[in-house]
């Protein structure tokens, strides 16, 4: 059970966390999956690549927010490098590619994405990344999905979590729904709009991952649910991803 955790908003100009069932497009999951978050604070506190699946693999974080503006792009991509000049060239040679042309791949991107993520890591990270993230003095340069989409994180708070009882939660986060029976009358009556999504859980060091399904309130709006694992963070009720 964690005992502490350090909470901080993660925002950012784009935002593609690639779908793993996404074929010949690219579409976008709506928010970080649990995968992209170990790898967000292994960066923060320098960890080596696939480093953070084993070493954090106790870490728990929850996320909340809205759901952002999407823009399809279509871009060029090169499968193969261009074949080597020869040794003996003329004015106009250019190098040529004889395997593959170029595949035009369409891209979803999250546009000026936003999101409140709780993280719960066992020691001696917890410490590190709580200090890291309030001096902004991260490892490496943190990014949403994909190195060239760049993220900021600005820290909102850090405390001690409190395991809630069995019972009945406004929960303020995207939450399993294997781990909570939402209360639908109460949805209809609030207006809520939520998103079902089946994105990766966990992942090994050689790229095997387990998916799990959750729900996901478009407007970032508290869910009435009936669940025995909600905790309590800053006054906020939350379920871990």
């Known amino acids: 059970m964690p005992e502490r955790a350090v909470q901080f908003q993660l925002t950012g100009r784009y935002a593609h966390f690639l779908v793993a069932e996404g074929g010949a497009s ?15 604070v292994g960066a923060v506190l320098g960890m080596g690549k696939d480093t953070p699946q084993t070493e954090l693999e106790a870490a728990e974080f929850a996320v909340s927010g809205t759901f952002a503006d999407r823009h399809w792009h279509m871009a060029n991509l090169r499968k ?119 994105m990766p859980h966990l992942v090994t060091p050689d790229r095997s991952f387990t998916l799990r399904s959750y729900f996901f309130e478009r407007g970032n709006k508290p869910v009435s649910v009936q669940t025995d694992k909600a905790v309590n963070f800053e006054g906020s009720t939350l379920v871990w991803l």
Do not use: M
């Open 80 to 198: 193969y490098p261009p074949a080597a000049l020869p040794w003996t060239v003329k004015k106009a040679s250019k190098g040529s590619d004889s395997k593959s042309k170029n595949t035009r791949l369409s891209q979803e991107y999250l546009i000026n994405p936003s999101y409140t993520v709780t993280a719960s890591l066992p020691e001696p990270w917890h410490a590190d990344l709580n200090q890291r993230i309030d001096e902004r003095a991260w490892h490496f340069t943190p990014c949403l999905g994909q190195s060239e989409l760049l993220a900021d994180l600005k820290w909102l708070a850090e405390g001690p979590i409190k395991q809630l009882p069995s019972g009945s939660y406004e929960v303020a986060s995207a939450f399993p729904r294997d781990h909570a029976t939402v209360d639908l009358s109460k949805a209809y009556d609030a207006g809520h709009n939520l998103l079902a999504v089946y």
């Open 26 to 40: 690219a579409p976008s999951y709506p928010f970080p999956p649990r995968t992209a978050l170990l790898g967000l």
